[in-house]
């Protein structure tokens, strides 16, 4: 049975009126930038997330630009970011004029290693950009106390992770900010672009609306230049419609990830975190959810150990119709554009990139198509 990736038209079609209606009162209403539905969805966020300020912009990389650029953050300034990230973490961090500097991720959780950014620290660092990759939050536990002690701002990019939790905290709501995408492949999926900074501080909120606006107060009289990264009206009035819905969507995904684990992790072969990962008959390795978190699956990311093994595995996947996709095949301190910045050695970035493959998981995967996807890779396996 063919099995998409991601099949957007199956949330949003039980959803078509109240879409609609949404769409009506912006037109009607004749009010196309900021304004009261800005205004809202802004509430409705920041309501959602237990923070003072929430920031409607135009899309999650522009979230992390102008964060940064609130930040201060600028030439001869280094920021701190994985390596095995999507590009927006580090392009933002070189737009601003400041060197990405490229720490390695830890193999389970595919997020930030705390003790590799620790070495990586010198008097010019001036953030850190813990990634919450595939919807679990970074060791925030050790990144936190790390960035207090050498004065270090955090601006968590939460684009895959709104709505997961860290103990009792939202990701994006534990460092100085949190940026998150309303992409529509992320967890709250908008239509088109679309991105949110939330933050508890009042000055980094005022800077953050003053930059979302070409720096602009009053109107025509600039004391700083920013740029024009306003989110639209009729995209936050449809946005308004999705997110009650978004706890309800991560539940979803949850008891797929959850059936994935029972029914892949009896396969032989197969193993959880790192217990026997290192073993040579180890044929895939599945994602850990790690205790006091809640894991909100934008992606389920497998990891295929062996050459080639993983490539053979989506071909064998694709030839069932089954939709899959590798975040992200080349870590960012291999990309091209960084050929410039001091060579770095980051091996467990280096493995993931060779090894992952994200299989379904979007809230509406029927039984069936879920069956599909096990049983095909069951059967690659025990080939
Ligand atoms: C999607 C994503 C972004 C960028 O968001 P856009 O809305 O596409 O600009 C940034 N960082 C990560 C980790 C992402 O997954």
């Known amino acids: 049975m063919p099995v998409p990736l991601l099949d957007l038209n199956r949330q949003n079609s039980q959803l078509h009126a109240e879409l609609m209606a949404a769409c009506e009162r912006v037109l009607r209403s004749g009010h196309f930038i900021q304004g009261a539905e800005v205004e809202a969805f802004e509430a409705d966020c920041a309501r959602f997330l237990g923070v003072k300020h929430a920031v409607a912009v135009s899309s999650g990389t522009d979230a992390i630009l102008v964060a940064l650029m ?47 950014v620790a070495r990586r620290i010198t008097p010019r660092t001036k953030a850190l950009i813990p990634v919450h990759l595939f919807g679990q939050t970074a060791d925030m536990d ?3 106390p790390l960035a207090r002690a050498h004065r270090l701002a955090v601006i968590e990019d939460s684009a895959q992770a709104l709505g997961a939790r860290h103990g009792q905290s939202f990701a994006g709501t534990l460092g100085d900010c949190g940026t998150y995408s309303f992409f529509p492949s992320k967890n709250l999926g908008g239509f088109g672009d679309g991105g ?58 949850q008891s797929h990830a959850a059936s994935y684990h029972l029914a892949l992790g009896a396969l032989p072969g197969v193993a959880t975190g790192t217990d026997c990962e290192t073993r040579p008959d180890t044929r895939l390795v599945l994602p850990v959810a790690s205790p006091g978190r809640t894991h909100i699956w934008n992606q389920f990311t497998l990891r295929v150990p062996g050459a080639g093994r993983r490539d053979a595995l989506r071909q064998h996947l694709a030839q069932a119709g089954i939709g899959t996709e590798i975040y992200y095949p080349l870590p960012l301190h291999r990309q091209q554009c960084f050929a410039h910045l001091p060579s770095v050695s ?29 049983e095909t890779i069951a059967a690659f396996l025990s080939r």
């Open 70 to 116: 609130a930040l201060d953050i600028g030439p001869g300034d280094e920021v701190i970011c994985p390596s095995f990230t999507f590009f927006a973490t580090a392009g933002c961090v070189a737009r601003v004029g400041a060197t990405p500097v490229f720490a390695d991720v830890d193999r389970r959780t595919f997020n930030l290693d705390a003790t590799d």
């Open 142 to 144: 050790a990144l936190l």
């Open 196 to 253: 949110l900074v939330a933050t508890n501080r009042d000055d980094l909120a005022e800077r953050i609306r003053l930059l979302r606006t070409h720096g602009a107060k009053p109107k025509y009289y600039h004391a700083v230049v920013g740029g024009n990264f306003r989110l639209d009206a009729l995209q936050c009035a449809l946005l308004r419609v999705k997110l009650p819905r978004l706890p309800a969507y991560c539940a979803a995904r």
């Open 346 to 374: 980051l091996p467990v970035s280096e493995l993931l990139a060779g090894e992952v493959m994200s299989v379904p998981v979007f809230p509406e995967l029927s039984p069936s198509e879920h069956q599909s996807v096990v």
